[in-house]
């Protein structure tokens, strides 16, 4: 930019640097001021973020929390047996082999025998499971809920899988059963045509973790059969 011709007039130019002055100043003044806009732009955009953001953790939070709070709480028993007589309890007797293959139970569900030397790790299941694996859980202390899927369905089933305590329980369906609802532990199983019978919990209290289980006590985390929640 060149500079601007210079006047032998004194005063006129006085007034030339002036008006450069001014040009200048208000050139800085313009920059100055696109500056600010451009700061101020940014800052709600900051500030769009950090609202977007916190709504979303709150929202996350929200879920979350909504998520424990009205989650179906896990039954509790006390372990061992008091010994207590259940009516509609059927008691058996079987040997603890391991064996390799299929078994042919007499009982359906089974409720003990000979069973796989690899055991059903504990939880709930949307699919049916392998006897085989099944008992040795079995044999392990735990209690195995088994149910007809025809029968026992939406909320009967949310209520039957609120029945089984965090560890040492199966909850599967069962093709087969000639009643809606089997409640097996190692040689003892009961028998019931509703979610809501008492003595489905009656039947925890004594069995879970205690009865005559072989190898009460023992790891209830093994292979994982299909379905499992």
């Known amino acids: 930019m060149s500079s ?5 007039n004194p005063a006129k130019q006085a007034q030339i640097d002036l008006t450069v002055k001014q040009q200048r100043d208000a050139k800085r003044q313009e920059k100055l001021a696109e500056y600010q806009r451009q700061l ?3 800052q709600r ?3 769009v973020w950090w609202v977007v953001g916190g709504v979303a953790v709150v929202a996350i939070a929200a879920v979350i929390i909504a998520s424990y709070v009205f989650a179906p709480k896990s039954a509790s028993y006390t372990a061992g047996s008091e010994g207590v007589e259940i009516e509609g309890v059927e008691t058996f007797e079987f040997a603890s082999d391991h064996v390799e293959g299929t078994v042919d139970y007499e009982q359906t569900p089974p409720a003990g025998g000979p069973h796989n030397s690899a055991w059903l790790s504990c939880g709930i299941y949307t699919e049916p499971q392998p006897n085989e694996n099944a008992v040795h859980s079995l044999e392990h202390g735990a209690v195995w809920i088994t149910y007809d899927p025809e029968l026992i369905t939406g909320e009967d089933l949310d209520a039957l899988r609120a029945l089984a305590p965090r ?3 199966i909850v599967s369906p069962y093709e087969g059963l000639d009643t809606p609802i089997a409640v097996s532990a190692w040689e003892h199983q009961l028998k019931v045509d509703t979610v809501d019978d008492p003595r489905i919990a009656q039947f925890f209290e004594e069995y879970w973790q205690g009865g005559t289980a072989p190898e009460l006590g023992a790891s209830c985390t093994g292979i ?3 379905g499992k929640i």
């Open 45 to 47: 955009g900051k500030l």
């Open 167 to 169: 560890t040492y329980a």
């Open 4 to 8: 601007p011709k210079r006047s032998g």
């Open 224 to 226: 994982e059969g299909p």
């Open 40 to 42: 101020k732009k940014r």
